[in-house]
């Protein structure tokens, strides 16, 4: 057998093994979006405080910056508001699933 031969088919060889035992990077799956967007809706009407609450469709951003934004819209819970219509503007962190609101009274959606 010659041995520059062997050498010259066992190099493809190996690369194509190894080529079949990795694995492929692969997106975030459609489902494992709806998920986030599920929690970042559900944090995100909890943070605002706001009775009767609807969240908007997220607005998602890099994965830099790593937020989701939507905006909540409700009913003030407090008696003194007397039933007033109020929204709050949320971000919602990816990595962590924190929520933080600040009210966004001028805001339509």
């Not at 041995?3 to 079949?20: Q, Y």
């Not at 609450?53 to 508001?81: N, W």
Request: net charge positive; glycine share 8%; hydrophobic share 45%.
């Amino acid at each position: 057998m010659n041995l520059r031969r062997s050498a010259s088919t066992l190099l493809p060889l190996a690369t194509l093994l190894a080529l079949g035992f990795s694995s492929p990077a692969t997106a975030s799956s459609e489902e494992s979006w709806q998920k986030m967007f599920a929690a970042a809706k559900k944090a995100c009407i909890e943070a605002s405080g706001l009775a009767k609450a609807k969240a908007s469709e997220p607005v998602v951003f890099s994965d830099d910056i790593g937020y989701v934004a939507l905006l909540v819209a409700g009913t003030y819970p407090q008696k003194h508001m007397k039933g007033q219509k109020g929204q709050m503007l949320c971000l919602f962190e990816r990595s962590t699933g924190k929520a933080s609101t600040e009210e966004a009274a001028g805001w339509r959606w």
